[in-house]
């Protein structure tokens, strides 16, 4: 009689586990294929670096400048593709436009510190 309630049981508990598990990773999914909206921004990529404990991201902000002589905004966002982020490296310094989407609710900071994803990068002359 004991072992049938194990037996009973252990679907009950397998269900606890796996179902919480799957509807994570499928909101996960979700959230980092579906983008939010997209967009460019242009201006100086003042900081870019490869941050993190134990994933690790490329971070970086944007000083976008309206008017030479006013106060700079800053655009945080991460680059998920090394292709782009050597691109960016190469770009540094000068006036360049970033293209990306924008990610709500992502789960975790192992996949991004911002929810603004660059995937393209062009020097702007």
Not at 89 to 112: E, I, M, W
Request: aromatic share 14%; proline share 4%.
């Amino acid at each position: 009689m004991q072992q049938s309630k194990q037996r009973r049981a252990w679907p009950w508990v397998a269900g606890l586990v796996i179902v919480p598990l799957a509807l994570f990773a499928a909101y996960t999914w979700v959230v980092l294929n579906w983008s939010y909206s997209s967009g460019d921004r242009a201006g100086y990529v003042q900081k870019f670096s490869k941050k993190g404990w134990l994933c690790k991201t490329w971070e970086g902000e944007l000083a976008m400048v309206t008017m030479p002589g006013t106060l700079s905004e800053k655009f945080y966002f991460t680059v998920p593709d090394a292709a782009v982020a050597d691109k960016i490296n190469k770009s540094l310094g000068k006036r360049v436009s970033l293209t990306y989407d924008q990610h709500v609710g992502v789960p975790s900071t192992c996949f991004a510190e911002t929810e603004y994803f660059v995937k393209d990068v062009r020097v702007v002359e």
